[in-house]
């Protein structure tokens, strides 16, 4: 992601789910700068392979939105970013990861964006890319437009934020159970807190990250009754929204430790932590590189 002129950490705070919007669309300057940044961030750090579109709202859009089971009190959104991602081992995380940078890059435009879940493959939203291919999936679209409420919005989701899990809850040392406890004036402490804050699917926050050395592990504790082998995202044909979670808090760990200098990539290295707790499963790797 190219370098924005504001900090990453001040765009992860000012981002927001903004649900209520102003009618005047984006303007061109918007629309071209937004869809430049979704042309040069089309492949994922496991390598899936997406492409997007910014595409106009229509007038029964918040209607389309609620009969697809995802949010229809999304109000005076002027326009959606929709996108698709080939099928891979590693699809959703990309995908997640790919749309969380676009939302930044709209944060840092000063517009409002909200993620929206639902059963897109067959809906108006895919044929606006022009349908689905047989080997791609859209779990998600996202609104965005100009922020029309007068910042109730935002204070009302900062007071959800204070109840989300503390640092203890997600982030250990060496092992699940072991609370990390950064030096004072750990950069890390930055990244991770950029982490904690990030979009998830109804805010169940279900990452985990365990340290080692200078390694950093990145797990899924799956919500019970949540996502994957859930009977009513089965029944919904919902996509694996946790996943994508995944994906968006890897990269907001990137992006935060790359603004800080802490270098390093993404590996599929599953450390041998003895046997995970049900629920619990690996999905990548930060694996700090120094010079």
């Known amino acids: 992601m190219q370098t924005m002129p504001r900090a ?23 629309q071209t700068r937004l869809t430049e940044h979704l042309t040069a961030h089309t492949v994922g750090p496991f390598g899936s392979r997406a492409r997007f579109a910014l595409a106009a709202a ?13 949010y229809g009190f999304i109000k005076g959104a002027t326009g959606f970013l929709v ?14 990861y790919l749309v969380e940078q676009a939302i930044l890059a709209a944060t840092e435009l000063g517009l409002g964006t909200c993620w929206l879940g639902g059963t897109f493959t067959r809906s108006r939203f895919a044929a606006r890319l022009g349908g689905l291919e047989r080997d791609e999936t859209m779990p998600a679209v996202v609104s965005v437009g100009h922020p029309g409420d007068d910042g109730t919005e935002r204070i009302r989701e900062r007071q959800a934020g204070s109840r989300r899990l503390p640092a203890s ?15 004072e004036g750990d950069s890390f402490a930055t990244v991770l807190e950029g982490v904690r804050v990030a979009p998830s699917a109804s805010n169940k926050q ?3 990250i365990v340290r080692r050395g200078d390694d950093w ?11 994957k082998g859930s009977p009513v995202f089965a029944l919904l044909r919902l996509a694996d929204l946790q996943r994508v979670d995944l994906g968006i ?20 290295d599953e450390p041998d932590i003895g046997s995970l707790a049900q629920g619990v499963e690996y999905t990548a790797t930060w694996q700090t590189t120094r010079a």
């Open 8 to 30: 990453i950490s001040d765009l992860i705070n000012a981002r927001y789910s903004c649900r209520t919007y102003r009618a005047d669309p984006l303007t061109a300057d918007e």
């Open 58 to 70: 229509a007038a029964d859009d918040r209607a389309a939105l609620k009969r697809l089971g995802t």
């Open 83 to 96: 996108g698709a991602v080939r099928r891979t081992a590693k699809d959703l995380e990309d995908y997640g």
């Open 169 to 183: 809850s997600l982030f250990f040392e060496e092992r699940f159970g072991v609370p990390l406890a950064l030096a």
């Open 206 to 208: 279900p990452w985990r």
């Open 217 to 227: 592990h990145f797990y899924l504790e799956r919500t019970r009754g949540y996502g």
């Open 249 to 268: 808090a890897m990269c907001h760990f990137e992006l935060a430790a790359r603004e800080l200098g802490l270098a390093g990539k993404w590996v599929l």
